[in-house]
């Protein structure tokens, strides 16, 4: 289905994804790991083409997706709708809106100017918000919302894309507890009913663990570990994470102690 054969992304000197090679074969939830720099936002998004590929290959049911150019490229990235950390949503604009967005690369400039959407795509939107809990917020603006609540908005937006990949680049970091584990679990029954495949960034151990059928490790760029979780080990993680024997697997990205002691802080806060 999908197959990455050495992905590599170059800034300058700084390789930031190394020969990253892998092959999913059916749909799947899959998370990836690793600590801050280690190339995991870098990957997402040349599999999304908001960045080029410096190397490598990216194939999708056959089809070269790192060719595709114009309308094959739009076609390509509402394929793999991507959500993020920070949501990205549009604050002042009503709930329903910013999920009709979602749908906006195949309308008309016309019907995007006057901001006219068909009433099948508006019932569609609420049918989303409400498997995601959330219609009832459908006229409110974003920006009135909870975290949970606006990446629970950023989800629905994708959705209305119909994706085959979902693409979620540490789509809990900015949420406390209760919230990340509202979305984790959105994301989860996503792919467990509708077949979509997911592939999120993750900042804790135990979260990847916890929701994902596969995990794969990266450090400085390399894909270094790519397995279930049970074969995550914590003397595997310590690796990924280049820590030192005061680990722990609850620990995030955050705290991960440098073992030089350089970095007290791996991952700067939201
Ligand atoms: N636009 C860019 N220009 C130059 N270098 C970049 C750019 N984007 C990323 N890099 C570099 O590529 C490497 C990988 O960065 P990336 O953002 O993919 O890491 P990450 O694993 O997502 O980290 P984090 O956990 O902090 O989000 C880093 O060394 C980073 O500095
Ligand atoms: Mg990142």
Redesign the pocket.
């Known amino acids: 289905m999908l197959v990455l054969e050495s992905l590599t992304k170059r800034?300058?000197a700084?390789l930031?994804?190394d020969r990253a090679t892998f092959k999913l074969d059916r749909p799947i939830m899959l998370g990836i790991i690793?600590?801050?720099?280690?190339?995991?936002?870098?990957?997402l998004r040349m599999m999304n083409r908001l960045t080029d590929a410096s190397d490598g290959s990216l194939m999708f049911g056959g089809r070269d997706v790192l060719s595709l150019k114009g309308a094959e490229k739009r076609a390509w990235q509402s394929q793999c709708a991507m959500i993020f950390q920070q949501f990205n949503l549009v604050p002042r604009m009503d709930v329903v809106s910013n999920v009709l967005h979602g749908t906006l690369n195949r309308r008309s400039t016309f019907a995007t100017l006057f901001n006219l959407f068909p009433s099948d795509d508006i019932h569609r939107a609420i049918d989303i918000l409400d498997r995601l809990g959330i219609a009832q917020h459908a006229p409110k603006r974003a920006e009135a919302l909870s975290g949970g609540q606006q990446q629970r908005v950023a989800i629905a937006r994708a959705l209305m894309q119909d994706p085959k990949i979902i693409l979620a680049d540490?789509p809990i970091a900015s949420l406390d507890p209760m919230n990340a584990q509202v979305v984790m679990e959105a994301l989860r029954r996503i792919h467990e009913e509708d077949g979509r495949t997911v592939i999120a960034?993750l900042?804790t151990l135990d979260t990847a663990r916890r929701y994902c059928d596969r995990v794969i490790g990266?450090r400085d760029?390399r894909i270094v570990f790519d397995g279930t979780p049970a074969q995550l080990t914590t003397g595997v993680a310590r690796d990924i994470y280049g820590a030192d024997e005061t680990f722990s697997e609850e620990a995030t990205?955050t705290e991960i102690r440098d073992p030089q002691g350089a970095a007290g802080r791996m991952?700067?806060p939201a």
């Open positions: 800034f300058g700084n930031a994804v690793g600590r801050s720099g280690a190339g995991k936002s870098t990957l540490e960034n900042h990266m760029g990205s991952h700067a």
